[in-house]
């Protein structure tokens, strides 16, 4: 059930919320600091971020829970070129979801923007949700240069860190994507039975696995040996369940962090922060249904060209790749599958304006 309102957001008034913010800082033992739904730290943003219009408020049906232990968790990047999609995400989870008042939003954001929090705020008064600061000094000199600048970004990298930016109390967390939207109750996602693997996500173990390594991983006589024992299949890290509990104790960062430093001294892959994720896990993941990642539509890394659903039920459409829906829709020249997305797009441009 949702409850309209209506409300004209501007930039003033954006700007009149910080005056009753207050400011909370949470240390990790990553120096993270953790921004509380209602603290900002003064640091203007880089560009001028777009206005969004205030989404409705979805509330509990009478069979949800109202106890610590009924909460889920959501973790995502917070970015001010992704804010768009962020948005639409959002919106799209809280709408499918049975229980909108349990969804408990964690955004990593690779510097303290107030307005990035701001904008959150205004647009889902209700959310309940905190900002971290991400370091990116934790993984700058770790990043080696890859096929698609968006992908050698240090947020890019951030989901690795998850377990150590999180509060101590959250014991499992849904990572996703800034492209995507959810079609289904994420509660079902939630609950997948993990079966004592620290990770689950849909698998693919029809793709060539071994595309995602080059000659120089290949050809090592130890580093080819990595996935013996195992029955490696790809997974997309855009959308993962993580028993963030069982990534502390196995020292999952630190496995990771590994293989990215030995890229940088050996070159054995062309992409960013999926090839050490498949490294250390693949082969040894939960599997989840496919209809949690609809993925690709976004098209290929390097054109982004147009591609059709893949046939079966939907839970969540992704558009991974190059192309991302609310550019190719201002564009006008989107894709077919761009305008199951336009649903969910609160950006007020000045055609909304105009309509009102």
């Known amino acids: 059930m949702a409850l309209w309102r209506a409300s004209s957001i501007h930039i003033a008034s954006l700007l009149g919320l910080l005056s009753c913010l207050i400011l909370h800082y949470t240390t990790t033992t990553t120096t993270v600091a953790a921004i509380r739904a209602r603290t900002i730290i003064h640091n203007p943003s880089p560009m001028e971020l777009p206005i969004f219009r205030e989404a409705p408020a979805f ?11 009924d909460r889920i968790h959501i973790a995502m990047t917070l970015d001010a ?39 959150i705020k205004s647009t889902f008064p209700y959310l309940n949700f905190t900002v971290y600061r991400f370091d990116s000094n934790l993984v700058r000199g770790k990043i080696s240069k890859s096929i698609r600048q968006a992908l050698d970004q240090p947020l890019n990298y951030a989901r690795i860190y998850l377990a150590d ?33 620290v990770l689950g996500a849909p698998e693919y173990c029809h793709v060539n696995l071994t595309l995602y390594f080059n000659n120089a991983f290949w050809s090592d006589p130890i580093l080819s040996k990595t996935f013996q024992g195992r029955s490696p299949c790809y997974f997309n890290t855009g959308v993962m369940v993580v028993d963030v509990d069982k990534w502390r104790k196995g020292g999952y960062t630190k496995k990771v962090e590994e293989w990215m430093e030995l890229q940088k001294q050996k070159r054995i892959y062309h992409l960013g922060s999926l090839p050490p994720f498949l490294l250390v896990l693949a082969g040894n993941i939960k599997a989840v249904n496919h ?25 969540l459409l992704h558009w991974s790749g190059k192309g991302k829906p609310w550019l190719r829709l201002d564009s006008r020249k989107p894709c077919v599958v761009d305008h199951l997305w336009a649903p969910y797009d609160l950006y007020r441009s000045s055609r909304h304006f105009l309509e009102e």
């Open 59 to 69: 509330r509990n049906g009478d069979s949800c829970g109202s106890k610590e232990v």
């Open 165 to 197: 930016i999180l509060p101590a109390d959250v014991k499992r967390v849904i990572y996703l994507d800034s492209d995507l939207v959810v079609v289904d109750d994420v509660g079902k996602l939630w609950d997948v039975d993990m079966e004592d693997k």
């Open 81 to 119: 070129n992704y804010l768009r999609g962020t948005m639409a995400a959002v919106l799209s989870m809280l709408q499918h979801s049975t229980c909108p008042d349990n969804l408990s939003f964690h955004f990593l954001c690779a510097y303290s923007d107030a307005e990035l929090a701001s904008s």
């Open 291 to 315: 209809r949690w990642n609809q993925h690709g539509l976004g098209g290929d890394n390097f054109e982004g060209k147009c591609r059709n659903l893949h046939p079966g039920p939907i839970s």
